[in-house]
């Protein structure tokens, strides 16, 4: 059996389960279960692309993981595993007023579908399947992002379902547009095929790709949160239950930019190699400064790291925009290593909100002496997330920097700016939270508290071993890949 | 036969222009109905004319999901939020109708510049659906009911069927299957959604959910 159909084997095995059980811990259990199982599999997956020269193929081609698919892959199923175990705790920690009985069983359900929608995305050579997935894991975490039912959790999953239906239509429109280019010129029905499309993108009208491909950005760019285009985020984030927030920050935003790559991939043999770095440039500076002039607004704990996200996917995109081996190196580090600094972050808000029963950040005060391990956790999740050393972000914005200042000086202005102000903005909003004098002392106990602190220390682990040891040997081969993809 | 089907596409886009200037609710998913009627022939009259597998499933497909599906359900919406003779206030019309006229042109004089790369043929397919695209997206900015914005939405996915159907012999089928699977699980999560505002707010103004923003 291929490695590639036993990677979704458990997700669809729970899909199917789920539902049926009732019990709240056994349904923990096994969607934490099928979780790890996922992550086994992928991490064998991830040894045997990295070890092989070609990628590995399924079902009519029409899933392919190469090493940048299954880089991704891995990070993907290992979030979603400590996520897994996290929702253990979480969910027995939640306010019972606020969830209906049924949601419970719902949570894992969606939450299988949504982790399954972004693993076909990542594994998907069809782009009408890319699309069809992306779409899917859009439903997945709408409905989960409506988890509770509060009027501001309404609200928030209303905004995401319109923009991200809206963007997701452009992407598909742009999908069809490049089929239909493709289709025009002889490639049939392989024109849905993106290793064809690679092969065959120099050959297709340049026009028909710029035009797809601006829509193929504005779409997908929705999700991966792009200025203009951003106001879903952050509220989604503030709103829906801290793993969501978790997820939505560390996996869904990567896959969207996964998407956005593919395509930025397909068209560097042609004559438009420039369009998507100037794309992902300008929407990288624009997304960059505005996220960090935002974050001085925010009043609220999971809103403030939700601009934080958008700061962080502009780097990322600057990066990618750049485009040189050692920006393409940057953009993977900064994007492993932000996904898992920042579910440890969301993981900790979860646990500050749910012992304190706010999220605002002016009542949030005294922290340290009244919730002593969640708010360390949060300390030292937050100095990661503001690239302090030795975490692997500080190395990441470094060298981002340097990628930057070999690529034009006055590009690196912005981006220090850019960069400076969004950390005095996390660190004034932040500081506050934990040594001021507090007049509540009023904090609920929280229960099965070791399933709530090992997937944050385990991420910050490995984000500051990353600091120490940059894994240059898991990076390395993707970025070889890429550049090989691209001469 | 393939004027007929440039005609079809035509009255598509002569529906959502329609569905831009509208002030019922009623009348603008009727026409949208309409929409989802013209479609449907559309792909069968393009089904007759090249057979192939692809394009009477997706001739199925469309039958099922937006001439049956789609209506009952938006039917009994209408019935369970009561919508009937509401009347919503819109950017004055002369305005909106300058902005279609506008919007049409663009997607035109876009398709004009691939004349060289496409078939005659398509690039009117092509530049009509884009058309149809561009309105749904006004559709959906303009329009301040939450009801009218799913209503842009399909009509947008309605563009991007007609630009599927416009090539030779469309989507593979499972592709089709899966987007109409989307589609319809998209609505159903909308439903549930305005059911939901109906019941938190008592009507369903987008006023209501843009509660969630920046304050100074």
Wanted: charged share 10%; net charge positive.
């Amino acid at each position: 059996m291929s490695l590639i159909a036993l990677l979704f084997l458990p997700g669809v095995v729970s899909l199917f389960l789920l539902p049926c059980i009732a019990n709240r811990t056994w349904a923990s259990i096994l969607s934490a279960t099928a979780c790890t199982f996922s992550f086994i599999v992928a991490v064998v997956l991830a040894m045997h692309v990295y070890r092989q020269q070609a990628p590995v193929f399924f079902f009519h081609q029409w899933f392919i993981c190469d090493k940048f698919g299954s880089f991704f892959v891995l990070i993907n199923s290992l979030i979603g595993m400590t996520t897994s175990f996290y929702a253990i705790s979480y969910l027995i920690n939640e306010d019972n007023q606020h969830l209906h009985p049924l949601v419970y069983r719902f949570y894992h359900t969606g939450y299988q579908l949504f982790l399954l929608g972004m693993l076909l995305v990542l594994l998907s050579n069809n782009i009408g399947m890319m699309w069809i997935a992306i779409e899917c894991a859009t439903i997945a975490s709408v409905a989960l992002v409506g988890l509770y039912h509060t009027k501001a959790a309404l609200e928030a999953a209303w905004k995401y379902l319109i923009l991200c239906g809206v963007g997701i239509g452009l992407a598909l429109l742009g999908t069809v547009i490049l089929y239909f280019g493709a289709y025009t010129q002889g490639l049939g029905e392989h024109g849905l095929l993106w290793t064809q499309l690679v092969a065959n993108a120099a050959d297709l009208p340049p026009r028909l790709l710029a035009i797809s491909f601006v829509f193929l950005f504005v779409g997908y760019g929705t999700k991966a949160g792009f200025v203009p285009l951003h106001n879903w985020l952050p509220d989604a984030h503030a709103e829906g239950p801290a793993p969501m927030s978790a997820l939505l920050s560390g996996l869904l935003l990567n896959v969207a930019l996964f998407a956005i790559l593919r395509f930025k991939w397909m068209l560097s043999g042609t004559s438009l190699h420039s369009l998507p770095a100037y794309l992902l440039l300008i929407f990288g500076f624009i997304g960059l400064l505005f996220s960090a002039l935002s974050l001085f607004r925010q009043r609220q704990l999971k809103r403030l790291f939700a601009y934080s996200s958008i700061e962080h996917m502009s780097l990322v995109s600057i990066a990618f925009g750049l485009g040189t081996p050692l920006a393409l190196f940057v953009a993977l580090l900064h994007m492993a290593m932000h996904s898992l600094s920042k579910t440890a972050v969301f993981f900790s808000c979860g646990n500050i909100m749910q012992q304190s029963g706010t999220q605002t950040l002016s009542k949030l005060k005294g922290l340290l002496g009244k919730m002593p391990a969640s708010a360390t956790l949060l300390l030292i999740s937050t100095f990661i997330i503001l690239g302090l050393p030795p975490s692997g972000l500080f190395i990441s914005e470094l060298l981002l920097i340097l990628a930057t200042l070999n690529a034009h000086i006055l590009l690196a202005i912005p981006l220090l700016i850019g960069l400076g102000l969004a950390f005095l903005a996390i660190l004034l909003k932040i500081q506050p939270l934990f040594w001021s004098q507090s007049d509540n002392n009023t904090v609920m106990p929280l229960k099965n508290k070791i399933f709530s602190y090992w997937p944050t220390l385990l991420h910050l682990i490995i984000v500051i071993i990353s600091g120490l040891a940059v894994p240059i040997w898991l990076l390395n081969p993707v970025v070889h890949a890429i550049v090989g993809g691209l001469s | 036969m393939s004027h007929w089907l440039l005609f079809l596409i035509s009255v598509m886009l002569l529906c959502s222009a329609l569905i831009v200037v509208q002030t019922h609710i009623i009348t603008v998913i009727k026409l949208l109905i309409a929409q989802n009627t013209l479609l449907a022939g559309y792909l069968l009259t393009q089904a007759v004319r090249l057979p192939s597998v692809a394009l009477w499933v997706s001739f199925g497909i469309t039958v099922m999901v937006k001439m049956i599906v789609l209506p009952w359900l938006l039917w009994k919406l209408t019935r369970f939020l009561q919508l009937s003779g509401r009347i919503e206030p819109i950017v004055n019309k002369p305005t909106l109708l300058i902005l279609v006229t506008i919007l049409v042109l663009f997607a035109l004089i876009l398709g004009q510049t691939m004349l060289s790369a496409l078939p005659h043929l398509s690039v009117a397919g092509f530049s009509l659906s884009l058309a149809n695209a561009f309105v749904a997206l006004l559709v959906v900015i303009v329009r301040r009911k939450t009801v009218t914005q799913i209503i842009g939405l399909l009509m947008l996915e309605n563009s991007i069927f007609i630009l599927a159907a416009a090539l030779a012999a469309g989507f593979p089928w499972v592709i089709e299957l899966g987007m109409s699977f989307d589609v319809l699980m998209g609505v159903m999560i909308f439903t549930l959604f305005l059911m939901r505002i109906q019941r938190e707010y008592g009507s369903f103004q987008v006023h209501h959910v843009e509660k969630l923003k920046e304050r100074v």
